[in-house]
Each structure stands twice: as C-alpha cells, then as structure tokens.
C-alpha cells in the first residue's frame, strides 16, 4: 500500500511514523540538503548580529563575482549607483542613499549586507522576494568589492572572503547513514532503523 503524503486519510496511516502520520514536520532547526549557509535565523531588526554571524558559503570567483555585479546593476544600481557612491537615479530624488566607500560602510562584513538585502534597513525596501540565497550573497560578495572601491569583477581569489566551502553542499553521504532517525543511507532498501 502506498501512502499519500500531502493527505491524511482514513485508513490511509504510516505504520512506521509517530500518530500514523504520512507527512512529518521537520525537526526544528534543521536545514534542508544544499541549502547549507542559506537558512537565516537572526531577526529582521538585528543586522550587526548578522554581520558577526553570518559567513558567505558561496566561492568567491570571477564568475560569481561577475554574475552577482550584474544582479547589483540590476537592482541596486538604481539607488546606489553602478559604482556604490549612493549616486543613483532614485538617490537623485530620495537624498541619504549611502556610499559603500565612506564611513562605516566601507567596513560592513558580508553577513550584514547580506541581511539588508533580505530585510531592508531604514528607506531601503526589502530585496528578500525579489532574489534568491544564493544570489543575495553573490551581490554581497560584489558590494565588498565595491567597498573597496573596485568595480571589476575579475581577478576574484577564494581566500578573499569568508568562504567555507567552494559551493553550496554536494548532497548526501554515500557510505553511512546520514540520517538516524529515518534510517536514510546509500542503499535506499536497506532498514537501518531499529
């Protein structure tokens, strides 16, 4: 028999999971195959602790940096500028719009331009919608270079950045079990639950 996942019928229970449910909750603060460094817990008022905690999972290369400059031109240019001088088109009419390479913004860390993106600060509308993890972070990593006041995208080294990892996570272990609770492993007919 086999079991509908997104309906709980009568008749229709898992004899293996807890409650007879077909479909289960995950557990909390668990983060989904590949999405490692994506998942973002810190509230929507708290950027500085975003800026200590977050690290960028995503390689810092010329192709990443190239295709982060070019979501940048698409939606940051408007109010900072091409150039990250706050000398946009809407900065033009809405005076404030910052310069990443003055003051305290020439030194924001990674995490915390990243968590602007998705929330928002001040004016700034939230991005959060509007573009993925991975690409918040690809224009995260081109805004610090823009801090620097570098507006070219190659000459990218991984040891620039806070970069864990030279990609998102390639996915499963193929030689244990890499979930215990659901007995998960490279041989998917093999039980190893108990």
Known sequence: MSYEPLKQLAGNKNAINPGGLNMRVPAQHTIARGKLGFYNHISKDSAEIAGRELVNP???????LEEGKTLYLRFCSPCHGETGLGDGL??????GVPSYTQGRYATLPVGHIYHVIVNGRGRMMPHGTQVNPEERWKISMYVQQL??????????????????T???PAGASKDTNTNPVTGTTADPTKDTRN
């Open 147 to 164: 801090q620097k006041g570098i507006t070219d995208a190659t000459g990218a080294d991984a040891s620039d950045t806070g970069s864990l």
């Open 166 to 168: 030279t990609d998102a």
């Open 58 to 64: 995503i390689a810092r290369t010329t192709q990443n």
């Open 90 to 95: 809407v900065a033009a009419k809405f005076k």
